[in-house]
């Protein structure tokens, strides 16, 4: 079976830098993606790691440890509008295009 | 504007009344699915498709069927709703594949009474 770990929620202010964690344990694995969802908004991309290390993109990067089965997601300079939450999803070898996704971590930012 | 939508956005219905769900993209997409997302569950894959004609089971397919006949539009089908299928769906599609950058249609919250 496969199951992903992420904290229920996390807090921090305006101007901080904020990790999301998640591990995950599957029998087959290609990469590590995660998703911004807004309160009553759609899924939104933001970054995917096929390969072992950091992928920056702005204000995020996005980083994976095949080894840890571990990825994490940083968030700099927080802003409000950041206040969301955060979901990993693992694409699975197990059916080519699979995709499993954490319960996900919210993220409430404050002045 | 390069969109994946929805309908109906909000559908409360009855218990065994088929219903189908559409979901449209206009970004030329191979790649589409079907998610529902539950409190405390996170999103759920129930379909994939991989092109026209070709479909696969996610993680939660049981009472639910799909088609891709046409590359723009793949509904949702649930010939017999039960209340276990009161959810909020998302359509998405990928140029790439689910692993690559997917785009969320608005979603659809259905209530099955």
Known sequence: GQSLEQPSEVTAVEGAIVQ???????SGFYGLSWYQQHDGGAPTFLSYNGLDGLEETGRFSSFLSRSDSYGYLL????????????????????????LVFGTGTRLLVSP | EAQVTQNPRYLITVTGKKLTVTCSQNMNHEYMSWYRQDPGLGLRQIYYSMNVEVTDKGDVPEGYKVSRKEKRNFPLILESPSPNQTSLYFCASSLEGTFNEQFFGPGTRLTVL
């Open chain 1, 20 to 26: 999301i964690n998640c591990t995950y344990q599957t």
């Open chain 1, 75 to 98: 968030l700099q300079e927080l802003q409000m509008k950041d206040s969301a939450s955060y979901f990993c999803a693992v694409r699975m070898n197990t059916g080519f295009q699979k």
